[in-house]
């Protein structure tokens, strides 16, 4: 959940260059009582009670769940575990995209004291045989035959995996057990007698039990098994509801990967909340399902949002003529009256009167794209471009920007609808504090620190020092309590000529141009910086298009002087305010996007340096040649 701020850049070099910056710190409020998901669970059922707690698309039809389908669900599936003999402190892996299934799994192995290992679905083969190992998990619950088939080609190498059990998949794709079979033995069990002592049994588990293992892959070495407790989540949870307002008037959209501590502490937060949770049938499909299912709240990446600028600003320019105009007055217009607000201040007059009618003819429109009835985005997971937000703002969707990581439960700091500062990633939740060291490192400190990495006391001591203070590895500062991320500590790129250079907010600002998909800036050690690009192909080939380009592959067009000048010139035009030596002085074309698969991306899709390095060293060597 980490959000990086272009504008704090300068302060960074200062930092990095031997100058000591103060140590200062900063609170939210009281720590909240220690506590448990399961009495979470179980209140949410028994207060809402709702009839669609739950929605799911099948068949092209949006299905619901309630709350006391979800329970019995849950109860049945526990039981069924229960009959496989897989009981309290065994590990269970869940390898699915985002379904009610996923959901019900989880709240299942908590109210058994058994420790979840979520594995990301779009994770290659190769690399969960180490996950099932580490973690010890004796059964694994997969979704499609697509998973399922996956994990069976690696089944050989995971002697300790007992039990496969298909969600839609089946026993011909290499399962043990359907879902609906496990169900079936959990309810053949059942009874009023064990329906009420599997509550009691839930609620007796301890605030200090394993609730999961999650496994951050890194940059570099094996995935580290971050150990989070019931009570690191629920403090979590209990903080986001003081600060973000949610009720059951609210529907949200999932599509994150729940796999992911970001969407998962989210849902513990929206099901605790009686909000309706309706799951997206894709990541592709989310313009279309917010259209249908209408969401009050989301959480998302900036990479949803990233894509809605560049749709809007693209029709604006293709559009041309007075709609092109329309839409650049009423863009400024919604800026001045966001500065106005921002700084505290009224906007009427003059102003409110050209907001409104840029409302209408413009902004308008953006949330009917929405859905129309988005009261605010929660984002996190990788920066946000200062700009977005500042548009979004602009058009009344305020997107309440937060910082934390998967060791941190998730959230350490938020912006809030009451609290909101621009380029910040907002102020400590309650029971956090927050420290920046003399190096500029954020640190933290309270109830979500996790317990440790499992099976790696080294790692865990590197990063959690003696007091407890929790080591994040970004670099940022405080400012009124306000929270501002400048880059990765060990992200710095240190030029031949001890420039000091902080990738990632330049990174973040190039992608803010319509004709860049992916951008990765390296230059360590050699003389300038250089930057690769992933065009927006999109945008790329109207425009070839328009100069009468003829291409036949896009390898093919990448290598034409005419588009690497085009490209260069975008870079130049986007990066015109920083100082020389931080400016990328040559730019190479990437045809394909980053992925997890070749190892380039991690499952929450932060770049690999260091394999971008190696993958795209003939290209990097020529951009250098005859230079250093």
């Not at 693209?314 to 092109?324: M, T």
């Amino acid at each position: 959940m980490t959000s990086l701020a272009a504008s704090a850049v300068p302060s960074l070099h200062n930092t990095l260059s031997g100058i000591p910056s103060p140590t200062v710190a900063t609170a939210g409020g009281p720590r909240p009582a220690p506590g448990t998901l399961m009495r979470l669970f179980f209140d949410a059922v028994e207060r809402y009670d709702r009839p669609d707690a739950l929605l799911y698309k099948v068949n092209g039809v949006w299905q619901p769940t309630s709350h006391r389908q979800i329970l019995e669900q849950v109860r049945h599936l526990a039981l069924g575990l229960e009959d496989l003999g897989i009981t309290a402190q065994d590990r269970v892996a869940i390898l699915s995209e985002n379904r009610p299934e996923w959901l019900l799994t989880d709240y299942a192995c908590m109210c058994s004291g058994i420790t979840n290992v979520p594995i990301y679905a779009t994770l290659p083969a190769e690399q969960i045989p180490y996950l099932l190992n580490d973690s010890g998990a004796r059964a694994v619950i997969v979704s499609t035959t697509d998973q399922a088939r996956k994990l069976a080609s690696i089944r050989a190498e995971t002697p300790g995996l007992q039990w496969v059990i298909g969600m839609t998949a089946t026993k011909a794709d290499g399962c043990d057990l359907t879902f609906a079979e496990l169900l079936a033995r959990g309810a053949a069990r059942d009874n009023a007698e064990r329906a009420t002592a599997f509550k009691e049994r839930a609620l007796q588990i301890t605030p200090d039990t394993l609730l999961t293992l999650i496994y951050t892959s890194g940059t570099t070495g094996n995935p580290k098994g971050v150990m989070l407790t019931q009570d690191n989540v629920h403090s979590n949870v209990i903080a986001c509801q003081q600060v973000f307002q949610s009720s059951v008037t609210d529907t949200a959209l999932s599509f994150l990967p729940l796999s992911h501590i970001f969407e998962r502490t989210g849902a513990y937060f929206l099901f605790a909340s009686g909000v309706r949770i309706a799951y997206a049938e894709s990541v592709d499909t989310v313009p279309v399902n917010m259209s249908e299912i209408k969401p009050s709240l989301m959480l998302s990446v900036p990479r949803l949002y990233e894509k809605i600028y560049a749709r809007v600003l693209e029709n604006a320019v293709s559009s041309g003529g007075l709609k092109k105009r329309i839409f650049f007055w009423a863009k400024a217009v919604g800026e001045r009256c966001a500065d106005e607000r921002l700084a505290g201040r009224d906007a009427g007059g003059l102003l409110g009167l050209q907001y409104g009618i840029a409302q209408k003819l413009v902004f308008s429109k953006l949330r009917e794209r929405t859905g129309g009835n988005v009261r605010f985005f929660i984002s996190g997971g990788a920066p946000l471009s200062p700009e977005i937000a500042k548009f979004f703002y602009s058009a009344g969707l305020i997107i309440l920007e937060g910082y934390g990581l998967t060791e941190t439960s998730p959230v350490i700091t938020a912006n809030t609808l009451e609290h909101y500062r621009l380029g910040s990633v907002g102020r400590p939740i309650a029971g956090v504090e927050v420290r920046i060291a003399a190096d500029g490192e954020i640190l933290s400190r309270g109830p979500h620190i996790m317990q440790g990495y499992y099976n790696n006391p080294e790692a865990t001591r590197e990063t959690i020092d003696e007091d407890g203070w929790f080591h994040t590895g970004d670099i940022g500062s405080l400012e009124d309590g306000f929270l501002r991320i400048t880059d990765r500590k060990k992200d710095i790129i240190v030029t031949a000529g001890g420039k000091n250079i902080a990738p990632q907010p330049i990174e973040n600002l190039l992608k803010t141009n319509k004709y860049v998909s992916q951008a990765v800036m390296l230059g360590d050690k050699r003389k300038f910086p250089i930057v690769l690009i992933v065009p927006n192909w999109d945008q790329l080939e109207k425009w070839a298009a328009r100069q009468q380009i003829v291409w036949t592959a896009r390898a093919d067009l990448l290598a034409m002087p005419t588009i690497q000048s085009k490209m260069e010139k975008e870079v130049k035009e986007t990066l015109k305010g920083l100082a020389s030596f931080e400016t990328p002085k040559k730019v190479g074309l990437l045809e394909h996007d980053f992925s997890i698969e070749r190892g380039e991306l991690t499952p929450k899709m932060s770049v690999k340096r260091r394999v971008v390095e190696k993958s795209y060293k003939a290209i990097i060597d020529q951009l250098y040649d005859g230079t250093d």
